[in-house]
Nanobody, 129 residues
C-alpha cells in the first residue's frame, strides 16, 4: 500500500522561505514521477512542479518559476519543494502526488497528474505578515 505524507508547512512572512518534504512508503519512490499541487482558498487545485523518476527533468508552473525548486532523493524516498520569495498568493494547502506516469501537462498547459496517482493529505502553508 503506497503512502504519501507531506510535512514542513507553516506560517511564514512574505519574502520568506520554506521547504516542504514528502515521504513515500510502501512502494519505492523510484517508480513514480512526483508532483506538488496546491489549493488556495476558494480556488481550484493547481499543479506547481513535477520531477521525473530520475530527477533529471523538472517542470514548473510559470507563477513559481525561479522561486521554487523541486528535488528528490530516491534512496530516502523523499521529495522536496524549496519555496523562496514567498508571497501571500502562495498561501494554500500543498499536496504531494506520486504518479506512475511521466510528468505531463493538461490541455491548458498546466501541470497535471493522472487518475492513477496517489495523493497525500497535504500540508498548510500560510504566507502572512
Amino acid at each position: 500500500q503506497l503512502q504519501v505524507v507531506e510535512s514542513g508547512g507553516g506560517l511564514v512572512q512574505p519574502g520568506g522561505s520554506l521547504t516542504l518534504s514528502c515521504a513515500v512508503s510502501g512502494i519505492p519512490m523510484g517508480f513514480f514521477s512526483m508532483t506538488w499541487v496546491r489549493q488556495a482558498p476558494g480556488k481550484e487545485r493547481e499543479g506547481i512542479s513535477c520531477i521525473s523518476v530520475s530527477g533529471g527533468a523538472t517542470n514548473y508552473a510559470d507563477f513559481v518559476q525561479g522561486r521554487f525548486i523541486i528535488s528528490r532523493n530516491n534512496t530516502q524516498n523523499t521529495v522536496y519543494l524549496r519555496m523562496n520569495s514567498l508571497e501571500p498568493g502562495d498561501t494554500g494547502r500543498y499536496y504531494c502526488v506520486a504518479d506512475p506516469n511521466p510528468c505531463s501537462y493538461d490541455s491548458r498547459r498546466q501541470i497535471s497528474v493522472s487518475d492513477t496517482s496517489s495523493w497525500g493529505q497535504g500540508t498548510q502553508v500560510t504566507v502572512s505578515s
